[in-house]
């Protein structure tokens, strides 16, 4: 593997970070939604991640590479878990009973998925500046 195209895998997930990152700040800021468009609160979303296996533009790159494998976004999908009810007969939601049915985001679990995702974004960018490093020295050399 070349130095390009270890900074293209990593490029390639800084991408997909950024998508979690997007994608958890949405949940967080839907903490409290018990109403939306399609009906009923906000139902959390949750990033799922694929290898990538066209990456690279040259077919012959392509083979000489065929191990090395960027990651990107496969699809944003719901969270099956069941939503959360208190008793709050007060809110204009809340069913007959009284019972008012809050997202099924847990905000602990979203900030360490942030936590997470921003750890990973920042080890993808100490990945290119080494690779970039390495260029420079390499170009040195030739000096």
């Not at 008012?100 to 997470?116: F, Q």
Request: proline share 4%.
């Amino acid at each position: 593997m070349d130095i390009f195209t270890a900074m293209q895998v990593s490029a390639s997930a800084l991408s997909a970070q950024r998508t979690r990152l997007n994608v958890i700040s949405g949940n967080l800021a839907n903490v409290g939604t018990t109403r939306t468009p399609e009906g009923g609160p906000y139902r959390k979303r949750d990033v799922v991640f694929k290898s990538s296996e066209n990456i690279f533009d040259d077919q012959l790159q392509q083979e000489l590479d065929k191990n090395v494998q960027g990651v990107e976004v496969a699809q944003i999908q719901p969270n099956s878990r069941a939503f959360r009810t208190i008793y709050q007969p007060g809110h204009p939601d809340a069913d007959e009973n009284g019972m008012l049915t809050l997202p099924n985001v847990n905000v602990m679990e979203e900030v360490v998925d942030m936590m997470t995702a921003m750890r990973c974004y920042e080890a993808n960018i100490t990945a290119i500046k080494s690779a970039q490093r390495m260029a420079t020295k390499a170009l040195d050399i030739g000096r």
